[in-house]
T-cell receptor
Framework: GDSVTQMEGPVTLSEEAFLTINCTYT??????LFWYVQYPGEGLQLLLK?????DKGSNKGFEATYRKETTSFHLEKGSVQVSDSAVYFC?????????????FGKGTLLTVNP | DGGITQSPKYLFRKEGQNVTLSCEQN?????MYWYRQDPGQGLRLIYY???????QKGDIAEGYSVSREKKESFPLTVTSAQKNPTAFYLC???????????FGQGTRLTVV
């Protein structure tokens, strides 16, 4: 079945540091890939997405590139802020058939210190 | 504004009681989902529905039930058969094209 593996946290960075959160996936066919962010006590918000190989999703300074050859979708940001402290989830879904459910990684807690 | 509304935000129940969590969306999405979130476990799918009057079990459906009588509504009942119901419950919806999902703010259920 489909699965998503992301780096375990927690990740602690200083403000303005470079961020990478690794994500790899296993899925048949051609999944769409997503990063979601969850702030404390809240639901998940879609951060960015990519629907085919070599697509780059970007939003709020975050980027991730769909790499089919390495089955990866790593999240990066050049300069993190305290307000980026949250849990980040990598996820996938596959088109086709009658199954549109999302499969999530376990999440990575990011803490950014001033 | 369009979105997904879960209510209540916090819910306390005694052990052995059934409890129903509400989820309403005005996004005109076909598909709706219920996830359970526990610390260190990520999100696990309980039930999902792609059209009215139809739903499928997810990975951890035991002890839960749902209905989908209206496109806008997908309530989740946590029954007394659920062995460990205390958790954070998230409802989501998406278009039928699977472009990712929109989430509600969650309901934190505590069973005492």
């Amino acid at each position: 079945g489909d699965s998503v593996t992301q780096m375990e946290g927690p990740v602690t960075l200083s403000e303005e540091a470079f961020l990478t959160i690794n994500c790899t996936y296993t899925a048949t066919g051609y999944p769409s890939l997503f990063w979601y962010v969850q702030y404390p006590g809240e639901g998940l918000q879609l951060l960015l997405k990519a629907t085919k190989a070599d697509d780059k999703g970007s939003n709020k300074g975050f980027e991730a590139t769909y790499r089919k050859e390495t089955t990866s979708f790593h999240l990066e940001k050049g300069s993190v802020q305290v307000s980026d402290s949250a849990v980040y989830f990598c996820a996938l879904t596959r088109f086709g058939g009658s199954n549109y459910k999302l499969t999530f990684g376990k999440g990575t807690l990011l803490t950014v210190n001033p | 504004d369009g979105g997904i509304t879960q209510s209540p935000k916090y819910l306390f129940r005694k052990e052995g009681q059934n409890v129903t969590l509400s989820c309403e969306q005005n996004l005109n999405h076909d598909a709706m989902y219920w996830y359970r979130q526990d610390p260190g476990q990520g999100l696990r799918l309980i039930y999902y529905s792609q059209i009215v009057n139809d739903f499928q079990k997810g990975d951890i459906a035991e002890g839960y039930s749902v209905s989908r009588e209206k496109k806008e509504s997908f309530p989740l009942t946590v029954t007394s058969a659920q062995k460990n119901p205390t958790a954070f419950y998230l409802c989501a919806s998406s278009t039928s094209r699977g472009w990712g999902a929109f989430f509600g703010q969650g309901t934190r259920l505590t069973v005492v």
